[in-house]
């Protein structure tokens, strides 16, 4: 069974950090790109980084380029999202993704 699941999420202050994870399982992990994404409250989800397939190329929408780094451990199984310079717009629940799977989501909350 495919299985996503994402941890370190929390509370924090603007221009705080906080590191993601998303352990995964049922599938050739190594093999394939896995996505974040982030729905805030009331909206759609929304990728907003992208880590391939050996050798690991990233991408990442405007709004998070310079702020979140995605990597992987592809002998853990296991994508990290870094987040920095955090904003209240960036509070979100955030789901890693892959072929039409996600977990359950973390929640990150950005707040003053």
């Known amino acids: 069974q495919v299985q996503l699941v994402e941890s370190g999420g929390g509370l924090v202050q603007p221009g705080g950090s906080l590191k993601l994870s998303c352990v995964a399982s049922?599938?050739?992990?190594?093999?394939?790109?896995i996505t974040w994404y982030r729905r805030p409250p009331g909206k759609e989800r929304d990728p907003i980084a992208t880590i391939g397939k050996p050798p690991s190329i990233t991408t990442y929408v405007d709004s998070v380029k310079g702020r979140f780094t995605i990597s992987r451990d592809n002998a853990k199984n296991t994508v990290y999202l870094q987040l920095n310079s955090l904003r209240p717009e960036d509070t979100a629940v955030y789901y890693c993704?892959?072929?039409?799977?996600w977990g359950q989501g973390t929640q990150v909350t950005v707040s003053s």
């Open positions: 049922g599938f050739p992990f190594s093999n394939y790109a």
């Open positions: 993704g892959w072929a039409g799977h």
